[in-house]
């Protein structure tokens, strides 16, 4: 539900989170309530759900539990999520923001379209979801987007000046020593481990299990679904599969250090993709599958401000700068404005003082 707003609030660090606890000590109104923004409460259930999805191991994987100290250093990491994301949901709201019950229809047809109803179904019950939970969660995201447009993306402008005055300090970045390929994946992988990293939250069990995804979603592509989209739909590379499975530009001779996969990419004119390769470990043992697309081919020498791609490049750094100025700064304002009571936090010291 807060992977959206995860994306710009990393910079807020555990020390922080304690800074919302009200001076004194509160009682919470029951032991149910973890936190209350103004006057709005978040549940100890939600935080649990939160926690459980994003840090509980395995049952049975006594190696990955975490000592008491470490889960409560999580939870309260988790719950400053969850505060800061209610304070943008009431400053949405009182900006008249909040996305329509159209604009949620629209996005879930959207999100169902790569599935049967029977999929559809089992994804919601292998996260332990209901149909409505999964639309609120739905809500929650777009009404953040629709927030952040208003009030960050749309006051931001790049200028040509800008972009030329940054190409002139940086222009040595764009020299390529050798020729330098923009891929992008999709991947899967068996190990038990690891996070599922996509939309869906959909993640292989074994690597018979990873395998036949793959090829599913193979069958996806060559069926004409779009690779970006099946990437972050089902991709379970947390690095890429959230920008449509980019993996950004890799030097030649980083691709070479796998012969098979430099020689299947080779072959590639841009937007097409591979067939299912297999993706090794230190040991050269089968560590899951991937399916790459060649985005560009960049030859070696230096890439002038001409290129579109050097100015689009450029520009979609500084932007991203920039955004992520505004969004920190916005989220401070609108919290020093807010009413928060962190009473976990405040359970946590008191437990520590004993």
Known sequence: ?????????????????????????????????????????????????????????????????????????????????????????????????????????????????????????????????????????????????????????????????????????????????????HLAQIATSGAPSQQAGNLQNNKASSDADAKKKIEMLHNRLESGDDFATVAMNFSEDPNTSSSGGDMGFLPESALKSDPAVFDAIGKLKPGQYTDVMPVFDGSHRVAGYAIYRLISRDPAGQHELSDPRVKQAIHNALHSTRAQLLKNAYLEVIQNEAKVTNYFAEQVLKQDAQ
Do not use: W
Not at 128 to 157: F, G, M
């Open 1 to 181: 539900m807060y992977r959206m707003y995860r994306r710009f609030t990393a910079f807020i660090t555990l020390g922080s989170a304690l800074l919302v606890v009200a001076a004194g000590c509160h009682r919470s109104p029951n032991a149910d309530v973890v936190a209350v923004v103004n006057g709005k409460q978040i549940m100890r259930a939600d935080l649990d759900r939160q926690y459980e999805a994003q840090y509980q191991a395995r049952a049975g994987d006594a190696a990955q539990k975490p000592t008491s100290e470490v889960a409560d250093t999580q939870r309260l990491s988790i719950l400053h999520e969850m505060i800061s994301d209610e304070v943008l949901q009431q400053q949405a709201v009182k900006l008249n923001l909040a996305a329509s019950d159209e604009d949620v229809n629209a996005k879930l047809i959207e999100l169902k379209a790569p599935f049967t109803p029977e999929e559809f179904d089992a994804q919601l019950k292998q996260r332990n979801l209901t149909l409505d939970d999964y639309k609120r969660a739905i809500r929650r995201d777009l009404t953040l987007q629709k927030l952040l447009n208003k009030e960050i993306e749309s006051k931001i402008n790049i200028t040509d000046a800008e972009i030329s005055a940054y190409y002139t300090l940086h222009k040595a970045e764009f020299n390529n020593i050798e020729p330098r390929y």
